[in-house]
């Protein structure tokens, strides 16, 4: 069993930046795919980006491309989301999750354990 905790939310304006964490207690096997995902209100969630644990590569969407930057400290079995140039559009809960199977995938219901959300807030 893995629980998962995740801080750094707030409320930030357009243009800036915040980092998410995301510590793990228990423990995460080589093989996990840890990934964050987003929920805005009146929407479903969305996959944001994902980083495997071997070997750290990763994979972001489309809409946070070359504006989010996911990493991982193994020593800390923590998780991190470092968000750039934040939109509004980019206002939700972001979640971090982690899929034991080991292989990078988007779906949402791949992923068999989840923080309870942190809050991000963009304003314009």
């Known amino acids: 069993q893995v629980q998962l905790v995740e801080s750094g939310g707030g409320l930030v304006q357009a243009g800036g930046s915040l980092r998410l964490s995301c510590a793990a207690s228990?423990?995460?096997?080589?093989?996990?795919?840890m990934g964050w995902f987003r929920q805005a209100p009146g929407k479903e969630r969305e996959f944001v980006s994902l980083i495997k644990w071997n070997d750290g590569s990763t994979f972001y969407a489309d809409s946070v491309k070359g504006r989010f930057t996911i990493s991982r400290d193994s020593a800390k079995n923590s998780v991190y989301l470092q968000m750039n140039s934040l939109k509004p559009e980019d206002t939700a809960v972001y979640y971090c999750?982690?899929?034991?199977?080991?292989?990078?995938?988007?779906?949402?219901?791949?992923?068999?354990?989840w923080g309870q959300g942190t809050q991000v807030t963009v304003s314009s």
């Open positions: 228990g423990r995460i096997f080589s093989t996990y795919v």
């Open positions: 999750a982690a899929n034991r199977r080991g292989y990078s995938t988007t779906g949402s219901w791949n992923y068999d354990f």
